[in-house]
């Protein structure tokens, strides 16, 4: 499978809500759910990598976990390096410490039950904390563990299984998702739905399931469908970033609107419609190329700079930082 401009454009459309929600922009509330359309990008892309070689009886694990690592490793680690480096001159001592305990986790790709634990996601002084954000990449890396062991499973039992397999198990994390993020009344389960693999993995097994689809060649050959349904997937993204807000139950079923709407522009903006032509712009492309970098660069930035400014940041320092965020970021995807 060619590689997809589009799916570059989605990740720009993913990345720059997030940024802006972590600098409480109010008009961005949403945007925390750039993380839900990164999930679905990341299953339909690491399903396509894994199943395709084991398709073709080339899949191996340990060249698999190596290009995972040569991807993700460094550029997460100078980052870790910077933040530490700056948080020891600037952050008082019990922040510090606080710091440090997530600098281990993070650092074991395991943030995602720290963060649990320790205070949440939506509660009071996480803007301050440097290393909030890899709580994703704790979800993600926990997630590339355990899908290619059960990918090669699977498939060696029979091949016909690993569609409705992985639906079933799909379809299980979001019924448990929604149960105890939106309907359960304790704090420490709906923390934990937001934080952990078991009730995150639908978002990334959604992209999974519309790897099956798209390999089997499911496909709307109407252009004018293709536009109507890669549009919606675009208007589900844009209302869930600037109508959700932090009470809005996440995940849960809620979170099938950015999802789905991030699954229609996967599976339909192909070349000749609205949402390809958008997505492929190149000021787009680019972000999309260094979404990573900029993701993995942004929440240091803006909370070591809320540290160092001794209060909350406004707009002329918000313009400030994300611009050097994104420069960093491309030095980072350049260079690192």
Do not use: C
Request: charge should be neutral; glycine fraction near 4%.
């Amino acid at each position: 499978m060619k590689h997809r401009l589009e799916i570059d454009g989605l990740r720009a459309v993913a990345v720059i809500p997030v940024i802006l929600f972590h600098a409480n922009i109010d008009l961005f509330q949403g945007g925390f759910v750039g993380v839900d359309i990164f999930f679905v990008i990341s299953g339909f892309l690491i399903t396509r990598i894994i199943l395709s070689e084991i398709y073709q009886s080339s899949f191996s694990i340990i060249h698999f976990y190596e290009r995972r690592a040569r991807r993700i490793l460094p550029a997460f680690f100078v980052v870790l390096i910077f933040s530490t480096f700056f948080a020891w001159f600037l952050l008082p001592p019990i922040e510090f410490k606080d710091y440090g305990q997530s600098l281990f986790f993070a650092s074991f790709f395991s943030s995602n039950i720290f963060f649990w634990i320790e205070s949440g996601y939506f509660g009071v002084g996480t803007d301050l904390k440097p290393l909030i954000h890899t709580w994703s990449l704790g979800v993600e890396e926990q997630f590339y563990i355990f899908f290619p062991l059960l990918a090669i499973l699977i498939y060696a039992i029979h091949k016909k299984l690993v569609f409705p397999i992985i639906f079933l198990l799909f379809f299980i994390s979001l019924y448990l998702s929604h149960i105890y993020s939106a309907l359960s009344s304790d704090i420490f389960f709906k923390e934990g739905a937001f934080f952990l693999l078991p009730t995150r993995a639908w978002e990334l097994l959604l992209g999974s399931t519309l790897f099956l689809i798209y390999n089997n060649a499911f496909i709307v050959s109407n252009n004018s469908v293709n536009n109507a349904l890669s549009f919606f997937g675009l208007v589900l993204i844009f209302y869930s970033i600037f109508f959700f807000s932090k009470h809005t139950p996440s995940p849960s079923l809620f979170s099938l609107i950015p999802t789905v709407g991030a699954a229609f522009v996967i599976i339909f903006s192909l070349k000749g419609t609205i949402t390809h032509f958008f997505l492929t712009q190149k000021p787009i492309i680019v972000i999309g190329l260094i979404s990573y970098s900029a993701y993995l660069w942004h929440q240091p930035l803006m909370a070591l700079s809320r540290y160092y400014f001794i209060s909350d940041l406004d707009a002329l320092k918000i313009i400030f930082i994300v611009l050097i965020t994104f420069l960093v970021a491309y030095l980072s995807w350049r260079f690192i």
